[in-house]
DNA sequence: CGCCATATTGAAACTAGTCAACCGGAGTGG
DNA sequence: CCACTCCGGTTGACTAGTTTCAATATGGCG
């Protein structure tokens, strides 16, 4: 599993960035704690007063239906905060994405550490807005629309109202294409995307087919045309 | 249109409860601002300073694609806050479910009031779990489960993880009925939901053909066997 | 009384889900 | 070294659930 450069998630719209690598600011403090990709961080229902940070890696928070249906809930990168409900119980599980650091603060941390609060506060904030994008998906777009979507967050910078547009070059239409690394299963996708493995498989497919987007490993996709694909998004 | 008791919503498993009348705790301070129900108080887009929290009544927060699809992101009640994107820019609109009254805020003073800041934080919390919840009815709930989610998220103190379960009492699986308000019309429960006006139409119709609750309005409810009720939801 | 909104119901079309077969690469063991 | 297996992914055929389109109620209000 090739780990992305970026992975431009939190609202989508405003097109911010999350990354897995560790950023070069100094990350929180707190207590660093490692885990392997895809292991358990939290479980839906533990009692724990741990707040997360996460310092590098990614993170999926997701949580379960007594049949064992699946909804992931939001993929987070570096600098995302879970383990944030409001008491002690985790409303949500979170596994991780990729091998992952994590800075591990107490509940009571944060009422005492006003910096945190603020830091926590301000990421809030953007993943609130993240979270609504993706209702927005879950709820009102097509199969099609919601792979689309899923893909463009994965381009840095674009797609978003500061979408940076095509390169402007000498000829023009050109130069605006872009590789991704998925970093996800097509069981992750579909989880995350309210959709079958099979239909994230055949939408895939199509896109494939049309010309949309070009892979040979199943988890690097080429893109030819950023804005070609946006449009396929339905948010534009 | 009636206004219901109390509607609760934010995270449902935590069975929190969300009312429209105005609290017996004095609010918040800020500006009082009124609109009448149906209003606009903002649109996606708006650059806007303002931080709202509702100090009576109950407002809808959603997002539109271009083609005119809508998506409601939240239903809000008293003390829930809105308008606090990560930037100046609202990535979402709000419009008044019912007459309401709202406490506003500029964002500057958020940064000066800790007490504010601390109120908001606490309760950007508890409306982001209720935000991993309705993800998880938008990608993997059937409509019939999302109805019955939505009208047991009404029923004030019951369905959470925290739910009192049916009244005690002398004849034993009896007096577990409720009754609620709707305060949506079937359009907007339809845009909650992530359905048609007409599968949310034909959800609440075998509902009740089934017997499962009952209603002469068609904006209250009667429900029968709360308990029952809720084994529809696919939570429990 | 009658109009306009909203809601309900029916029938047909379509999207995504289900079930099942197959492919292909990675790892295992004879 | 190669067959075998396992697992994730792809594809096909069929089904189910939801949407779409259209017609028909119902209710509030002038």
Redesign the pocket.
Known sequence: MTAPQTFSNAKFDAGWSLRFEAGAAAPAGGRIVSHRARAMIVDEGDTSNAVYEIVEGGVMVFKLLPDGRRQIIEVLGVGDVFGLASTAVSDVSAEALTPVRLAMFDRRAVDLDAALRDRLFQRLRAQMCALHDHALLLGRK???ERVATFIMRLVAGRGGVDCSGPRRTNQPGRDDRARVGLAM???EIADYLG?????V??A??ALRRDGTIAYDR??EVQIGNVCGLCRLTGSH
């Open positions: 097509s199969a099609r299963t097509r069981q959709l079958t493995i099979e239909t498989s055949r895939f497919s199943q988890d």
